[in-house]
């Protein structure tokens, strides 16, 4: 079958959500810029935390609503305005509405960044999953690199990026490491970078070193 829109994809992490997620979430998709963006960041799985997996929840479900760390990184690395982020430093969660959720993905377009997560199955906590997970996902995120053709794209955590580049990745032998990899007949750059939030925060100044060396390349 051939996807040539994002929301093509959703009736298909809606189905591995039934079968992979937990039966009272949605399913979180991706956001932002959807046409040659500068970067496109790969996350791992969402969880509840994103308020936008509540079922009750009829706007975007884009990554990290209603969340807070993630923004942070985002604003040192320069790709979210100064008063977004102040904002997004005084809400609760459960105080983003889908007009705030709106205000800030048109940010992230505004700064050419598109974000996704390699599984879209949302659990209720950060609880490991298997690489089996992982790679019933891999080939619709390779269709999502193909519709949004990104400039680079940001691989966050060993995990992610074995499954993506298809061998054993250790980010920490990888740094700054370019890697190239034909997808569906198109060439596509890569970078592996520590995952920064959540277990990996304690590397969130190597990831946030190695990113900022990869937008100097870019630009």
Not at 31 to 48: H, K, L, R, S
Not at 123 to 150: C, G, H, M, T, W
Request: charged share 30%; aromatic share 14%; hydrophobic share 35%.
């Amino acid at each position: 079958m051939k996807y040539n829109q994002i929301k093509d994809l959703y009736k298909e992490y809606d189905k591995l959500q039934k079968k992979y997620g937990d039966k009272s979430l949605d399913s979180i998709y991706n956001g932002g810029c959807e046409q040659n963006p500068d970067i496109c960041f790969v996350f791992m799985n969402p969880t509840m935390r994103n308020i936008a997996a509540e079922k009750s929840w009829t706007g975007p479900k884009h990554p990290w609503i209603g969340t807070k760390n993630i923004w942070t990184l985002f604003k040192k690395l320069d790709l979210l305005d100064e008063d977004i982020f102040r904002e997004i430093r005084a809400k609760k969660g459960n105080e983003w509405d889908y007009d705030f959720a709106d205000k800030v993905y048109d940010n992230v377009k505004k700064h050419k960044y598109f974000i996704t997560n390699l599984g879209k199955c949302t659990q209720v906590d950060a609880r490991p999953l298997p690489d089996s997970v992982f790679l019933e996902y891999k080939k619709y995120l390779e269709y999502e690199f193909n519709i949004v053709k990104p400039k680079v794209i940001i691989l966050f955590g060993n995990q992610v990026s074995s499954i993506v580049l298809e061998e054993k990745i250790s980010v920490s032998n990888v740094r700054k490491k370019e890697y190239r990899k034909v997808i569906n007949g198109e060439e596509f750059i890569f970078y592996s970078v520590y995952y920064p939030i959540g277990n990996g925060s304690f590397n969130v100044d190597k990831a946030i070193e190695d990113i900022k060396w990869i937008q100097e390349k870019i630009n």
